[in-house]
């Protein structure tokens, strides 16, 4: 059976892009993979979360997981930080991931720009640390949106360097996956870019979100004067608004509001409306699951434990190998 690794950074809620971004294919893929999903508490480190936000952080990504439907007894659900063996394999892995390279990913670039006064060198190495994750199960198959593409370009370095570094073959390649034929790019209410945690209030909708906030977020996405020429190409504004219907509205809904938009009948009001009961339908029964199980800390507990357990047995292969071929022997 092939390995899967993903991950969702514990820096708040999840969102409508980390759902059909990834989440998704979480839940397809535990049938027929030995699946990991963690919660990338380390990652989150690079914006400084303070002490008191980061456990109940942990716990709304881990419950929510749960709520949209990761079986624990499929799946390995851990907490990255309960696995310090991702940290030593992320130290070694550090030797060869050079600053050149490192300072050419994109994400680093948009951190810089994004937090300049917090530059740290755990931003720099970010894509060595998930490239940890990655290795330490010897994952294939990576489970994320598009926005992680060069990430995993960047794992595959990592693994094939150290794997010709020390003539062995312990690290396979590992691509991201999608079951779709592309990775996906869920865009944000706000006009243009992606649903992000991090991007401008408004942006994105939150599983766990009420109808009265889905209504309020979606009544004032950004929209224009609308079509005036038959077919005209829609702007990313309206694209994106497109976009998010095609994901949680029925085909029917879409074409016909697809329609009303190529003929210039189009009503964005009414079009907001629409989409924001087909989101609140999609996402009810899960915020529903998300309250249920926010309280039940038996459960949660449990859960963090045995994910642990069975990450740490097969993390604690990989590292035995790979202090093996680097020659740390025990006397
Ligand atoms: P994070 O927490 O930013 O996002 C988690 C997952 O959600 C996907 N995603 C999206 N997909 C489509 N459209 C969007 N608007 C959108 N926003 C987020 C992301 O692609 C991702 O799959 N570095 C990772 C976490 C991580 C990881 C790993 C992932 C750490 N180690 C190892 C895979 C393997 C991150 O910050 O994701």
Request: charged letters at 25%; aromatic letters at 10%; proline letters at 4%.
């Amino acid at each position: 059976m092939e390995t899967v690794v993903s991950g969702i950074r514990s820096t708040g809620m999840l969102h409508l892009g980390n759902y059909f971004g990834a989440v998704k294919n979480f839940i397809k893929m535990q049938h027929d993979y030995n699946c990991f999903f963690f919660i990338a508490d380390y990652h989150s480190l690079t914006t400084h979360p303070a002490s008191a936000d980061l456990h109940a952080n942990v716990k709304q990504v881990l419950v929510e997981y749960l709520a949209c439907g990761i079986d624990p007894g499929k799946s390995t659900i851990y907490i990255q930080s309960d696995l310090p063996e991702t940290a030593e394999l992320y130290l070694l892995l550090n030797m060869n991931a050079y600053t050149g390279e490192l300072e050419r990913s994109v994400t680093f670039k948009e951190k810089v720009k994004a937090q300049p006064d917090n530059v740290n060198a755990g931003l720099l190495t970010y894509p060595v640390l998930m490239a940890a994750d990655i290795l330490i199960h010897r994952a294939v198959k990576v489970p994320v949106g598009k926005d992680q593409q060069q990430h995993l370009e960047m794992a595959r370095t990592f693994a094939n360097r150290f794997n010709r570094m020390y003539k062995i073959e312990l690290f396979p390649e590992s691509f991201a996956f999608n079951f779709g034929t592309d990775l996906v790019k869920v865009p944000g209410l706000d006009g243009s870019g992606k649903m992000g945690k991090s991007e401008g209030e408004g942006n994105a909708i939150f599983l766990a979100d009420s109808p009265d906030v889905i209504r309020k977020k979606v009544m004032r996405a950004v929209t224009d004067a609308g079509p005036t020429q038959p077919n005209q190409k829609k702007p990313e504004a309206i694209e994106n608004i497109f976009s998010i219907m095609k994901l949680v509205s029925p085909d029917q809904t879409f074409r016909h509001f697809d329609d009303t938009y190529n003929n210039c009948t189009i009503r964005y009001g009414d079009m907001k409306k629409q989409l924001a009961e087909d989101i609140i339908a999609f996402t009810a029964p899960l915020r529903e699951k998300i309250l249920e199980l926010s309280s039940d800390e038996k459960y949660i507990h449990r859960v963090a434990t045995e994910g642990a357990a069975k990450a740490r047995e097969s993390a604690r292969k990989t590292m035995s190998e790979a202090r093996k071929a680097i020659g740390f022997l025990s006397f």
